[in-house]
Nanobody, 122 residues
Framework: VQLQAFGGGLVRAGDSLTLSCAAS????????MGWFRQAPGKEREFVAT????????YYADSVKGRFTIFRDNAKNTVYLQMNSLKPEDTAVYYC????????????????WGQGTLVTVSS
């Protein structure tokens, strides 16, 4: 499956932003979908995931209550709604697909999008 993430940009602290990740090339519903992010000088970290079956969601503690992951299988797209953004949310955000039922680790994901930059100013 090919993934393309978009929707990043420059926003102010407290603003909202929605990222999108369009999938193609395979049956979208066969994959658990996740979002990760990588800030400058830091390792890529888990942000949120949506399970393959049942659409269960899981979030990193740092974004819980502020970010929401959801998918539209008809559009082969997964979204990350980000509210109350903070400067520490600044990072390149990556979407990823996993054949596992649920995946929260980078090594558990088989396919990655190219990343979209989110910059949050204070």
């Amino acid at each position: 499956v090919q993934l393309q993430a978009f929707g990043g940009g420059l926003v102010r602290a407290g603003d909202s932003l929605t990222l999108s990740c369009a999938a193609s090339g395979s049956t979208f519903g066969n994959y658990a979908m996740g979002w990760f992010r990588q800030a400058p000088g830091k390792e890529r970290e888990f942000v949120a995931t949506l399970s393959r079956i049942g659409s269960s969601t899981y979030y990193a503690d740092s974004v819980k209550g502020r970010f929401t992951i959801f998918r539209d299988n008809a559009k082969n797209t997964v979204y990350l709604q980000m509210n109350s953004l903070k400067p520490e949310d600044t990072a390149v955000y990556y979407c990823a697909a996993s054949t596992r039922l649920k995946a929260t680790k980078t090594y558990e994901h088989d396919y990655w999008g190219q990343g979209t930059l989110v910059t949050v100013s204070s």
